[in-house]
């Protein structure tokens, strides 16, 4: 029998759920984490405060039990709401009635799954502890203690890189080795988080149910709700180099300018934006590739292999996915890593790579396309359409959020899809015949 | 008056050169250097022995009055001499009658231009000194002494990273500041160096006038003459996923089989093959991006700001050109370097860009294109037209080894030259009209 340690590298979302499933499966782990526990220090000047928990997190979950814990601090949102520049409102469901992406805290998302890996004897999660390097092939990792600058070294029969985008297993150890492919690529665009307070009574002052979008072509700022009443807001904009960009939102009168003129129904909401402006840095949004994933006992997953931008809402997603893949191999190889790490990384480099691609393409299509009534309508032939044929079409955005179709063959999907409704659009007056038998037969014939 | 210091991490080819370049200026240049003296160790067991100094070279050795010491140590190639299956030569001149690529030993002329950079008493280098990490705004550099484990710290008005493809100051400093891109792509192929020794009397075995190719489509085999009599010969080949590929050569049977099938003239010159064949490792080929080149006080130079595959021979050449642009901004700006690094990396990453792309091409027409005789027409109609209107054209290798014309121009220029001559090649009896009026004057009409 093998000896089952493990190290997790990193307790963040990935970490810590990937920590749990490891536990049951009577591993020891051991999880290092950079940064303090954060469920003793204020971590509300952090990023990326809120998440979109849709099909794949809640399979990962699910699998592992612990679902229903985290469904307790989730806000389902049933579709978009775009808000003009006449403060005009339009609808969008996500998918069928009932389906729903989830807003959740990633901070109360974290602490909570943290203190159920901990729930288990075998896990133990040390904290201040910062990844220097690493023997891949003798699955040693070397720490230094960040308070006590204490270094150690500690070793595993596997070792997991959970420790984000910019994962210091993969650049200390892993970027030297043999033609290891990699790049980090940052977009022209930046954002910054605004959180907008609830009423005095405590009500939410936009639609809870729904994420919110000021679509504006080249920028846009959307809203997601909270459980006290406030909604999370992010306006995501070129840096520089354009009109509407970051580096001419400098002084109070611009930020108030900005505001006013493109998103006055907001502005209204909080009249002070000029002044909490500062509240949250400008952060920058990059997308990491690399391969090999997996170099001796170690192998990325979630952002550490694949981080992408946020506009699909699937980063959190793909990385839970990642345990979801890794537990059906852990099963079926038998604890057999090198064979578990080989297959893991060959099925999902194609998936992480067609999330990245997908999430880009989204920023599109958040920003400005559902801002177009052409586009609505193609969406909403395509939803009718699925609906009399729900086993010949099932919309790109469905396939992504509420489906675990691998994203490679989405992607795939989802192209073919776009060029025959390229070719509906162009019917003769598709505006009064969208729902007829016609359009049906035309689809039906093109498939 | 500012303080006139500098550190050069990296006691390359660049770094050496730069470092004579800076010395001339009065500055105080302290080079630290991660291997041990080169001079006084053994190399031959390293990597990439052979190098082709073309014009950009020439002119930042001459600006500086070194060319003529480095002369002494080149040997003209004046054309490729292409080797097909059954042993039949091709003879392609690379430019006008006297124009020559020289071949020069990698260790030879590193160590030439360090004894010229130490001639200078303001000039020191640092052997056994490995960059552990850099404060860029303040210009100052970390090292380990590889030898005592020692740590340091230096400081400098300014700071300059010729480390290479895996720059040390790069990856440990740079790669991590806010919204770097950078990646590192390994191409499917490596290389392995195989040494044609000279003959007993010390002849060539292989006429040392020219770069001698056997192209074989999807790999092939080129050698370079030394000053010995002796030539260094590349083989060049995917690394795996081909029937032609290193993983197919693992047995003396597979090694000797392939020379005899592929390239039986060098074979029966060097029947030793299989014996020698681990003598030099097999290595990989990568194309390194990054930007941006400078932060604070410190700049990349050369393979550190954008290695390249070595196909058009440009690695250093273009590495020497950065010399000539810096020294130019340097007293364009009069030592103003936040001003010189801000025109430096703007007006040099284009044309490090597209020496990558012409690299990556110029594989294909090594490997493949030279041993096609319309290839070879067509080059020779260029080379007619050129002759003939000076003004009008100039081949693009020509552009790329003969001159100083940005890389990004030469490129731009390249692909319209290819387009009109794709036009020419298809015009009747393109065989028996080449040197004709009529494509003269297709040609000036097109242009």
Partial sequence: MKEKKAIIVGAGLVGSLWAIYLSKAGYTVDIYELRDDIRKVDISAGKSINLALSYRGWKALDNVGIGDEIRKIALPMFGRIMHDKKGAITYQAYGKEDQAIYSVSRGDLNAKMMDLAESFENTSIHYNHK???????????????????????????VVFGTDGAFSAIRIKAMQKTYRFQYSQHYIEDGYREILLPANKDGSYKLDKKALHIWPRGRFMLIALPNEDGSFTCTLFMPHKNNKNSFENLKTKDQINDFFKNEFLDFYKMIPEIAEIWGNHPLSPLAIIRCYPWAVGKAVLMGDAAHATVPFYGQGMNSGFEDCTV????????NEDWEAIFDVFQKQQKPNGDAIQDLSLHNYHVMRDFVGDTKFLLQKKIEAEFSKKHPDKWLPLYSQVSFSDIPYAKALQVGKQQNKIMKEVMQLDNIETIWDSEEVTAYILKRL
Avoid at 137 to 155: A, C, D, L, P, S
Avoid at 326 to 333: G, V
Wanted: charged content about 40%; some cysteine; glycine content about 2%.
């Fill in 131 to 157: 990844c220097i390097d690493a023997n891949l092939n003798k699955g040693i990792v070397y720490f230094e203690n960040t308070k006590t600058k204490k270094r150690i070294e500690r070793n595993a029969t």
């Fill in 326 to 333: 890794m537990e059906e191999l852990r099963k079926k190889y």
